[in-house]
């Protein structure tokens, strides 16, 4: 192999002749990594069979011997003139492009990249393939471009920069379209955050200034005389509803009149976000000559470049397939579904253990520390099943195969977001929309495995359950999941620079020749942390994920936006260091937008919508004490003017139950509690119900009216409201269209479009020689 060797590369840009010049200086483009592997042995037989396909199909390998075996690729220009001959009548930015040298640093890596990942020593045993059987340990292209490195290391990749303009340019000639854009998206989705941020923030200060003043909370906490029903079965005592005096306080300020107008303007905000960032995608992309550039047409270029005998691989459909594909879909969302009824459980046995504890503490606030601890196991959850459903949509994507890499990777971001998006809200559209309401009611509960009774909402709502769940959740995803993204690489990296060199003592009074430059290059780069296909697809779930809790449930949690604004000021920088400093250099793609994420974030919008008109509608007590407000309170039935019109909503909002009537599993205590010196014969509980037969009563049937009544009317009002948004916002900017239909136009005439300049001034476009 080494005889084929025309040049060795110093490494640092400059060139050593060990046999006669080649025409172009040679640039080592990738790093193949492997163990020493026995002679004759099959995988030593492989990767020697690998490493000469890659030399038939031209390429120049060096060979480069340390406690591992480092193979440095490069590519003929062949392979470039080529790509530019079959791309150059595509709108792709390649139409002026003659020679290699116009060939970007970031173009070469990915042509030579998807070269490599398509060489098959035999059918289907790709170099993915070669290197989970431990034939190759890595494959990676080089940090090179030193200078643009350092200058993104100093402007971008640091801390103190938080605040700072991101620079796109540079980041798009270092890694990428793809990259570029994911940054340019963060950057746009956290400046837009700011403005829903300072919303929230004033929503969550209102119900702050009127944390004491709401007549519901006065109304609990004066209440030392309304004896509640039992919390569980097992000698669980008789409370004062005035025992939760705090927590209905805390409830008022993320449930209050406030809540209703921020809901509505969130739903706003996430359209006008989208239409503003597809503008803001439209300028970037004209501006990078990618407008129009097609991923297909790139695609089939790359496979002709590999294999000039490629067979085009046609569109196919199987009814069958998708049927069976569909059926594992609904099952795995089955599973994730039961996890959260797992996760229900807990809390109902945690209820009842809570509420028996010998530390009064505890035993009062049972109920929250049950909800607490579920959130943190909830978290648990998250990151197990995290792991599981990558294989379980990796697993399902190998059953569609699917025509291309591009229509693979969509078809895995929406079977994994699915399946994601069951495995954080799952247990919150639990608490959202079913705690307290599925439960039964005194003397007819209902109970898992007919032993443990569900939970019941507070007096004041399950608004606070759902606030303290999302709370938790997003402050450990927040925190201890980004200390672990950073500190995890940094460690590792800091670990393996430690690890003591044998022959660096050798070098240290000797020259430095071609061979030694490289290899002190290549090993820094092996040192660094291994990137791979999903390393990008796992920052963008990260964002949709936090996308979903900052629109979906807000309602509930107006800190939200806040906190991911806060947040994401980090993420970036965190990402921009692990892209630069701690990671090897991820293989560049090209790209014109967003891709399926796109997508992605215009159906959240939607759920966003929906989610919040019914935690509004069935989670909030705002219809329940608007009905109360204009129907029976003593505003309207004794037309008083002179107190507050929630006067007495409490009592009207609790039904009555005769202790005689519990079920035989019900065990009260022995010994009454302190404030009460006779028997108690009656509890109340939450519900409308007659006390006599304990059906529903006319005022339930009035509530679910107009909870319905108004969810329906939200839910159209917000709709229309996005339609409008989204038609009013156009897509693309007026001068970016009159930028390409002027180009089309002089295109078509036969004059150079830099020969003309565009001014565009307000409702006129002049058009005057350029220079």
């Not at 430059?517 to 949709?544: A, G, H, P, T």
């Not at 980090?570 to 400093?581: G, H, N, P, T, Y």
């Not at 519900?687 to 159209?716: C, G, K, M, P, T």
């Amino acid at each position: 192999m080494q005889d084929k060797i025309e040049l060795r590369e110093n490494c640092s840009g400059k060139s050593e002749e060990t046999k006669p010049l080649v025409p172009n200086q040679m640039k080592w483009d990738f790093i193949l990594v492997c163990d020493k592997h026995e002679s004759n042995s099959e995988k030593d037989a492989k990767r020697k069979e690998f490493l000469d396909k890659l030399e038939n199909k031209g390429f120049t390998i060096e060979e480069i011997k340390d406690k591992k075996l480092f193979y440095g690729v490069h590519a003929p220009s062949e392979i470039f003139q080529k790509y530019q001959r079959l791309l150059k009548n595509s709108d792709s930015g390649l139409q002026n492009y003659h020679t290699e040298e116009n060939v970007t640093i970031t173009t070469r890596i990915r042509i030579i990249n998807f070269i490599l990942q398509n060489t098959q020593i035999s059918p289907e045993e790709t170099l993915q393939k070669l290197i989970k059987a431990k034939v190759f340990e890595a494959a990676f292209p080089l940090h090179k471009q030193e200078e643009l490195r350092q200058k993104l290391k100093e402007n971008w990749a640091r801390w103190r920069k938080i605040l700072k303009k991101q620079p796109i340019e540079e980041i798009r000639s270092y890694f990428g379209e793809k990259v570029a854009l994911y940054f340019a998206w963060l950057g746009w989705y956290t400046r837009i955050l700011f403005p829903a941020a300072v919303l929230g923030l004033l929503v969550f200060l209102y119900g702050i200034f009127h944390f004491d003043s709401s007549q519901v909370s006065k109304e609990i906490c004066e209440a030392n005389t309304t004896i509640m029903c039992p919390l569980c079965d097992q000698k669980c005592p008789f409370w004062q509803l005035s025992d939760t005096c705090t927590y209905a306080k805390v409830t008022h300020l993320f449930d209050n009149e406030g809540t209703i107008l921020f809901a509505v303007l969130m739903a706003l905000w996430a359209t006008v976000f989208l239409e503003l960032w597809k503008r803001k995608r439209a300028e970037v992309v004209s501006g990078w000559e990618l407008y129009g550039w097609d991923e297909d047409e790139e695609e089939l270029a790359l496979q002709l470049i590999n294999n000039p005998e490629h067979t085009l691989k046609l569109y196919q459909h199987s009814y069958i397939r998708s049927t069976i594909l569909l059926l594992l879909v609904l099952l795995m969302i089955t599973v994730l579904i039961g996890l959260a009824h797992a996760l229900v459980i807990y809390r109902v046995v945690a209820t009842v253990v809570f509420t028996q504890s010998d530390f009064e503490f505890i035993r009062e606030r049972a109920s929250t520390m049950a909800v607490m601890t579920g959130a943190v196991l909830h978290y648990i959850t998250i990151i197990i099943m995290t792991k599981v459903n990558r294989r379980v949509a990796l697993f399902l994507c190998e059953l569609e195969k699917p025509r291309t890499f591009s229509e693979r990777e969509n078809i895995f971001t929406v079977k994994i977001f699915t399946f994601q998006f069951f495995t954080y809200f799952s247990s919150l559209i639990y608490i959202a929309f079913f705690l307290g309401r599925i439960n039964g009611r005194p003397g007819n509960y209902v109970r898992v495995a007919g032993k443990w009774r569900l939970e019941e909402c507070h007096p004041s709502g399950c608004i606070t359950d759902l606030f303290i769940q999302m709370a938790i959740i997003m402050t450990l995803k927040q925190t201890l999941s980004n200390f672990v993204e950073y500190l995890t690489p940094w460690l590792r990296l800091r670990f393996r620079k430690s690890l003591p060199n044998p022959k660096d003592k050798d070098m240290v009074h000797m020259e430095k020749g071609p061979e030694d430059s490289c290899k002190e290059q290549w090993l820094k780069n092996y040192q660094l942390n291994e990137v791979n296909v999903f390393s990008l697809f796992d920052e963008f779930l990260e964002m949709m994920i936090q996308y979903s809790f900052t629109t979906i449930f807000v309602a509930a949690f107006p800190l939200a936006p806040l906190m991911a604004f806060i947040n994401n000021l980090f993420e970036i920088r965190l990402d921009a260091i692990k892209m630069v400093q701690l990671q090897r250099r991820i293989v560049p793609r090209k790209a014109n937008d967003i891709g399926i994420w796109l997508q992605v974030l215009e159906a959240i919008g939607i759920l966003a919508v929906i989610g919040n008109g019914l935690v509004i509608a069935i989670t909030s007590d705002f219809i329940p004490m608007q009905v109360y407000k204009y129907t029976y309170s003593p505003c309207m039935l004794q037309n008083r003017t002179d107190i507050n019109c929630l006067t007495g909503y409490i009592n009207n909002s609790l039904s009555v139950f005769r202790v005689q009537d519990f079920e035989w599993q019900m065990k009260l205590p022995e010994k009454l509690p302190d404030f009460m010196r006779s028997e108690i014969t009656e509890c109340r509980y939450r519900d409308y119900r007659n006390s006599d037969d304990y059906n529903y009563s006319v005022q339930f049937w009035h509530v679910f009216a107009a909870r319905l009544a108004f969810l329906i009317l939200f839910e159209h009002v917000a709709l229309c409201i996005k339609l409008i948004a989204a038609w009013y916002v156009p897509d693309v900017p007026q001068s970016v269209k009159n930028k390409h239909l002027q180009k089309k136009h002089e295109n078509l005439r036969g004059v150079p479009s830099d020969t003309i300049r565009v001014i565009e001034l307000p409702g006129l476009f002049l058009y005057l020689p350029g220079k």
